[in-house]
């Protein structure tokens, strides 16, 4: 069971800078310092986008509009980092006593 739990915490680290590198992405991509028209650039960033959206766009819908600013991966952190601690802190001393 430890193995499972070890898994799960894993892919939650590697979700967690999957959304950190898309959006360091997008502020690049942005301020036009990556060039879009590359099929290099634009296959990572079509990559990171099909890996990030279908998390962030539940939480887009219930936030309010910040003028242009986009927050959804913060709180999509935040929440990645709730499920990580409830799991290590709660869920996996129970399951080894």
């Known amino acids: ?3 499972l ?3 799960v ?3 939650l ?3 967690w800078w999957i959304i950190i590198a898309s959006a360091i992405f997008s502020w690049l991509h ?3 310092v990556v060039n879009p028209r590359n099929q290099f650039v634009g296959t990572i960033g079509n990559m990171l986008f099909r890996l990030t959206e279908p998390a962030l766009r539940p ?3 219930y ?3 910040l003028g242009g600013i986009d927050i959804s991966p913060i709180v999509l952190l935040l929440i990645l980092f709730f499920i990580r ?3 290590v802190n709660t869920i996996a001393p129970a399951l080894l006593a």
Do not use: E, K
């Open 5 to 7: 739990i070890q898994t």
């Open 85 to 87: 601690q409830f799991i």
């Open 63 to 65: 936030m309010p509009d």
């Open 1 to 3: 069971m430890l193995a």
């Open 9 to 11: 915490v894993l892919a």
């Open 59 to 61: 939480i887009r819908r």
């Open 30 to 32: 942005a301020f036009n």
């Open 13 to 15: 680290d590697i979700y």
